[in-house]
Nanobody, 116 residues
Framework: QVQLVESGGGLVQPGGSLRLSCAAS????????SGWHRQAPGKQRELVAS???????YYADSVRGRFTISRDNAKHTVNLQMNNLKPEDTAVYYC??????????WGQGTQVTVSS
């Protein structure tokens, strides 16, 4: 089975930066899209950024201009560079790969805490 391993989370001060990485293991024959979601305590999980196989990129309004999603198709990795972090960015961040219809794979999640 395909598994996603996330790394890069941690504790940073407001205005700081973190880079999240997500690496897939297992056989991937089809990748329609990949992205990052986050879930803060007491809130619904929300889409932060995504990129399709065609290169179309989406950012949530709350992170546009601060976050950058990137990928390496050959290595099946997706990254999220997070700059100028704010306390409201505090959440568990989840990597997601869409491998075809009805086939989504999720990472375990990595904690990002922004606090002074």
């Amino acid at each position: 089975q395909v598994q996603l391993v996330e790394s890069g989370g941690g504790l940073v001060q407001p205005g700081g930066s973190l880079r999240l990485s997500c690496a897939a293991s297992g056989s991937i024959l089809r990748l329609d899209a990949s992205g990052w979601h986050r879930q803060a305590p007491g809130k619904q999980r929300e889409l932060v950024a995504s990129i399709t196989k065609g290169g179309t990129i989406y950012y949530a309004d709350s992170v546009r201009g601060r976050f950058t999603i990137s990928r390496d198709n050959a290595k099946h990795t997706v990254n999220l560079q997070m700059n100028n972090l704010k306390p409201e960015d505090t959440a568990v961040y989840y990597c997601n790969f869409n491998l075809g219809p009805w086939y989504d794979v999720w990472g375990q999640g990595t904690q990002v805490t922004v606090s002074s």
